[in-house]
């Protein structure tokens, strides 16, 4: 029997996050360093990736490789995978975090807004995860993370959330992680998805504006706790999928929302 430390302890491990220089991702990759993981963490802007790479370094004196990448580009995919690998012998983690959101009335959402969006948030997470999951199976086994959004499971009122593909594109991951985790077992590669509700990060500071107000009351009266996610909400529940700590879980989608979907 493994001693609880153990379980949780992800030393000796590289963990690969998308969109790992901000917000969420950089939430979970602040979290697997002090796990012990060496981290690689991307995004399409150096500039936030090279600051969090040098602060989580400095902090938690793991290694942390920050590389450029779209990930609805699939030529960014592959020459950030091969970069990733040329570092790192093993990715024994990915986290797909990446994402993007876009606001319009309903009505009037434009087409080439609707295929950004699905390009980014299903497309390129399954052009990477099929990279990564190649090289998994090939070394005995690994673990990936599909970041999701309460969105997934529900309708959402056009005052708090004018942006009407979100919801299916994270639908479509729920989904996604289910068939691989069935798919994928065989080759000890486990899949799961968080889904978090409303986190304080950059994608959200929209929110919190004054000629917000209405719509950031609405979301606080429908969180039972009534306070938006932060750091620490975020990356104890990303170590316990990334560790041993759930090695008996696979397909699942861990909510992660204060209570939202409760209500």
Not at 60 to 87: F, H, S, W
Request: charged share 20%; glycine share 8%; proline share 4%.
């Amino acid at each position: 029997m493994k001693k609880l430390s153990e379980l949780f302890s992800l030393k000796g491990k590289t963990a690969l996050i998308t969109g790992g220089g901000r917000g969420i991702g950089k939430f979970i990759a602040t979290g697997l360093a002090e796990a012990g993981a060496d981290l690689i963490v991307t995004s399409r802007k150096m500039k936030n990736l090279d600051a969090t790479a040098e602060e989580i370094s400095a902090t938690y004196g793991v290694q942390v490789l920050p590389v450029a990448c779209d990930v609805a580009r699939a030529e960014d995919i592959e020459n950030m995978v091969k970069t990733a690998t040329e570092k790192f012998p093993r990715i024994d983690i990915l986290v797909n975090n990446a994402g993007a959101t876009w606001g319009a009335p309903t009505l009037e959402f434009p087409l080439d807004r609707w295929d950004h969006l699905f390009n980014v948030n299903v497309r390129g997470v399954w052009i990477l995860t099929q990279k990564i999951a190649n090289l998994m199976k090939n070394q005995g086994g690994g673990n990936i993370i599909n970041i999701s959004s309460i969105m997934a499971f529900r309708g959402s009122e056009e005052l708090a959330h004018p942006a009407v593909p979100y919801n299916s594109t994270k639908a479509a991951i729920n989904l996604l992680t289910m068939n691989l985790a069935v798919k994928l077992a065989p080759y000890n590669i486990r899949v799961n998805a968080i889904a978090p509700g409303f986190f304080r990060t950059d994608m959200m500071t929209y929110i919190e504006k004054p000629e917000f107000k209405k719509a950031y009351d609405l979301i606080l009266s429908q969180i039972p706790m009534r306070r938006v996610g932060d750091l620490d909400d975020m990356r104890g529940v990303a170590v316990f999928l990334a560790s041993d700590a759930s090695a008996y879980m696979t397909g699942h989608v861990l909510v992660n929302d204060g209570g939202y979907l409760a209500k």
